[in-house]
């Protein structure tokens, strides 16, 4: 066999599955938990106004190391502004929601002093959402979605600029047969906590009714990204589900040296692997981990597994989503 494909990284179908299966679980007893939370915005003076990413870096940078606040969260931003706060994986939820409870009141504080305040919720129609955060990974994901047609183009909008919510992330499993369980348990656990803790409804004060229309929104969007990967072939194993599940999803953005450029047409990834000319060149590793951060199904698998189902709470009422989240999945009793 020629060596250089190896060289340059490219991979064929066959190393191309493996790769993706061998990255999406990493054997680890359920113990650490980390905790995405997502927030809007708000200005009290000027209700209609959304903050820009720019501005609330800028009041952050005294009170953040870099990227991170004082107790390890993340602070990244959404394409419509949201603020999001990322833990680093710790020892259980309560720890979790420690770590998180303590970085929300610095960044509550620096807010205060402007008149800025976050607020929780799965959808927001109060205000004409905007979209703040551009870049090649965002807007090759709106022009995809607007390829597919309605509902999908308007879902995308909402999606991207004008919803929360609250991921919970958890170790996949101790060993093969754990992480099957797992797996299903994460499914079968997902439709319950989505429903009993759905607010997106009441907070954007339409009746769509679906009890959280942000869930609705992303189930009007291309289901070869955001429909659960079970569905794509209950019979196999959670390895061999979720390359089968990255395989027949359509490529969005082809990595370049200036950040990518969307797909021209639309074509899985398993497509351009049997055919380098679809995307102008031959598929690389950094490819596949590339693709895969754009399909979002309820459950994702990133080594760890990432429920992304559940709205933003209220602020009084993360802890309590957060803390049940956690404890039905990894406390065998209660699961």
């Known amino acids: 066999m020629d060596e250089a494909p190896d060289r340059l990284g490219q991979v064929g179908l066959r190393d191309a599955t ?40 800028r009041l952050l940078a005294t009170r953040s190391r870099h990227t991170r606040l004082p107790h390890g969260s993340a602070v990244t931003f959404e394409p419509g502004g949201q603020l999001e706060l990322s833990t ?12 998180l409870d303590a970085d929300l009141g ?10 800025l305040a976050l607020r929780g919720g799965g959808i927001e129609s109060s205000r004409t959402p905007r979209r703040w955060v551009h870049g090649c990974r965002y807007d090759a994901m709106a022009a995809h979605f607007t390829r597919c047609g309605p509902p999908s183009a308007d879902a995308g909008r909402v999606m991207m600029t004008a919803t929360a919510a609250l991921q919970v992330n958890l170790d996949a499993g101790a060993d ?22 759905a607010c997106s409804r009441v ?65 899985s990834l398993a ?20 693709h895969v951060t754009t ?20 602020r009084s009422l993360w802890p309590v989503a957060a803390a049940v989240t956690a404890v039905l999945h990894d406390d065998p009793v209660a699961a």
């Open 203 to 267: 907070l954007s004060g339409q009746d769509t009714g679906a009890a959280s229309a942000r869930l609705q929104a992303w189930q009007q969007l291309d289901p070869c990204r955001t429909a659960p990967v079970p569905d794509m072939a209950p019979q196999c194993r959670p390895r061999e589900q979720w390359a089968r599940y990255a395989l027949a999803a359509s490529v969005i953005l082809v990595p370049d040296a200036d950040g990518g450029h969307a797909a021209p047409d639309r074509f």
């Open 106 to 115: 610095v960044v509550d504080a620096v807010l205060d002093e402007r008149g």
């Open 88 to 99: 680093p994986p710790v020892a259980g939820p309560l720890a979790a929601i420690a770590l």
């Open 295 to 314: 399909l979002f199904p309820p459950v994702r698998p990133r080594g760890f597994l990432e429920l992304r189902y559940r709205d933003a709470p209220p």
């Open 271 to 290: 497509d351009w692997l049997l055919d380098p000319d679809l995307g102008g060149r031959p598929v690389t590793r950094a490819d596949l981990d590339y």
């Open 18 to 57: 493996f790769h993706l299966a061998g990255r999406a679980f990493r054997q680890a007893p359920p113990g650490t938990v980390g905790l995405e939370a997502e927030f809007f915005v708000l200005d009290r003076n000027d209700p209609q106004r959304i903050p820009s990413p720019d501005e609330l870096r």
């Open 176 to 197: 093969p047969a754990a992480m099957a369980q797992r797996w299903e348990l994460t499914h079968l656990l997902g439709p319950v906590l989505a429903a009993t803790f």
